[in-house]
């Protein structure tokens, strides 16, 4: 049962353009939301993370929009520089009373930027 | 302290033998975690230490697979009688008690052979 579904799995885009990554989730007990940023040969690093009392969050270029009711949030990059090159994964965890943060992944988007 | 550290990078090994992999975590993170990366797929979940406590193991955890935390502090991951389909990145990270934020090892790339 894949918890978190992620698309597309690849996208290209030129340079300056908006990528966008979409993500759905099933669990209802889900209330963390972030999204990482991974470089071949690298660790996951995180980017951008929401909570589902907001709908929307900006940090830099990069803006997570959330809807709650459809159990989806998606990751907006402005002004994309070839830099930003890489595989994005969603992800998502519930906060069992602050006992537990264990995230489940997404399969990953891998984002090619053109110069 | 410049993040969290993984040791080996990469370890091929025959199938069969046992493996051993270490993750020192960022000095003040109390919670550590395992995860494994196959190609193309989102890292999954394998283990969580709070403190020296191991208190969670994913289904994915074979018997063959241990873990440990002495004191709390590094971490190391054993693999018994490796399989060809042990093959992944083995990825550690680490948190501090109130931060959901996990900082990510490099992570160590085995190939069983």
């Known amino acids: 049962q894949q918890q978190v579904k992620q698309s597309p799995q690849s996208l290209i885009v030129q340079k300056g353009g908006i990528p966008i990554i979409n993500c759905a989730y099933e669990?209802?007990?889900?209330?963390?939301f972030p999204w990482y940023q991974q470089f071949p040969g690298k660790g996951p690093a995180l980017l951008i993370a929401?909570?589902?009392?907001?709908s929307e969050k900006k940090e830099g270029r990069f803006t997570i929009s959330f809807n709650k009711s459809a159990k989806q949030f998606s990751l907006h990059i402005m002004d994309s520089q070839p830099g930003d090159s890489a595989t994005y994964f969603c992800?998502?965890?519930?906060?069992?009373?602050?006992?537990?943060?264990?995230?489940?992944f997404g399969k990953g988007t891998l984002l090619t930027v053109n110069p | 302290d410049t993040g969290v550290s993984q040791n080996p990078r990469h370890k091929i090994t025959k199938r069969g033998q046992n493996v051993t992999f270490r993750c020192d975590p960022i000095?003040?993170?109390?919670?550590l975690y395992w995860y494994r990366q196959t190609l193309g797929q989102g890292p999954e979940f394998l283990t969580y230490?709070?403190?020296?406590?191991?208190?969670?193991k994913s289904r994915l955890l074979s018997d063959r697979f241990s873990a440990e935390r002495p004191k709390g502090s590094f971490s190391t991951l054993e693999i018994q009688r490796t399989e060809q389909g042990d093959s992944a990145m083995y990825l550690c990270?680490?948190?501090?008690?109130?931060?959901?934020?996990?900082?990510f090892g490099s992570g160590t790339r085995l190939t069983v052979v």
């Open positions: 230490f709070q403190n020296e406590a191991q208190l969670e």
């Open positions: 929401i909570r589902p009392d907001v």
């Open positions: 990270a680490s948190s501090l008690k109130a931060e959901v934020g996990y900082t």
């Open positions: 992800a998502a965890s519930k906060d069992s009373g602050g006992s537990n943060y264990k995230l489940t």
């Open positions: 000095s003040e993170h109390n919670r």
């Open positions: 669990n209802t007990a889900f209330d963390y």
